[in-house]
């Protein structure tokens, strides 16, 4: 069975940053795309980023681009969200996801079925 456990999350204030860690276990993590989701209170759940099996293919949501950098060590089993020049819009609970088909891009949102519990990131004004 997939395990996917989120850390790293906290209290930061505006302009702060914050690195999300996300380990997978239950099967070999190197073949699966995987990506970051967040859910602000009131708010459907939306993409942040994804990463392809291999790291060679990252994508972005617009208002994270150039301040969040997405990554993984499949050595460590574990994927990464690097997140710079944090702002008040970017509180949500961030959830760590997993694509259900090995060896794809992680392109179409509709990739990642298995989530993680999520961890809270919260941004200060």
């Known amino acids: 069975q997939v395990q996917l456990v989120e850390s790293g999350g906290g209290l930061v204030q505006a302009g702060g940053s914050l690195r999300l860690s996300c380990a997978a276990s239950?099967?070999?993590?190197?073949?699966?795309?995987m990506g970051w989701f967040r859910q602000a209170p009131g708010k459907e759940r939306e993409f942040v980023a994804t990463i392809n099996w291999s790291g060679g293919l990252t994508y972005y949501a617009e208002s994270v681009k150039g301040r969040f950098t997405i990554s993984r060590d499949n050595a460590k089993n574990t994927v990464y969200l690097q997140m710079n020049s944090l702002k008040p819009e970017d509180t949500a609970v961030y959830y760590c996801t997993a694509d259900t088909t090995p060896f794809r891009s992680g392109y179409d949102e509709n990739y990642f079925g298995l989530w993680g519990q999520g961890t809270q990131v919260t941004v200060s004004s």
């Open positions: 239950g099967r070999t993590f190197s073949n699966y795309a």
